[in-house]
Nanobody, 123 residues
Framework: QVQLVESGGGSVTAGGSLRLSCAAS????????MGWFRQAPGKEREGVAR???????GYDDSVRGRFTISKDNARNTLYLQMNSLKPEDTAMYYC?????????????????WGQGTQVTVSS
């Protein structure tokens, strides 16, 4: 059974940085599209960043230039480096994976999800 486990969330002040990690098990990491999503209270879940098996990345406009998605295939771990954090980045952050190697420039059709890690940014 595929398992995705996020870590690295926490509380920071605006302008600070955090790095989220997502460890995958029962899963061939290198051959899947991976993504980071977030959901703030009272809001719908939204895509933040994605990376395919070729390491081609995509970002939501709200985080482009501040967040960087990367992965270590040998460690089966996905990362999200978040810099210049803003209070509006406060949310539960989720790691997700598709059964396909390509992301197809969409935030839809992710098959596997982690349990989430909370990020809180204070002003």
């Amino acid at each position: 059974q595929v398992q995705l486990v996020e870590s690295g969330g926490g509380s920071v002040t605006a302008g600070g940085s955090l790095r989220l990690s997502c460890a995958a098990s029962q899963f061939t990491f290198s051959t899947h599209c991976m993504g980071w999503f977030r959901q703030a209270p009272g809001k719908e879940r939204e895509g933040v960043a994605r990376i395919n098996y070729l390491n081609t990345t995509g970002y939501d406009d709200s985080v482009r230039g501040r967040f960087t998605i990367s992965k270590d295939n040998a460690r089966n771990t996905l990362y999200l480096q978040m810099n210049s954090l803003k209070p509006e980045d406060t949310a539960m952050y989720y790691c997700a994976a598709k059964d396909s190697a390509l992301c197809y420039n969409t935030w839809s059709n992710y098959n596997y999800w982690g349990q989430g890690t909370q990020v809180t940014v204070s002003s």
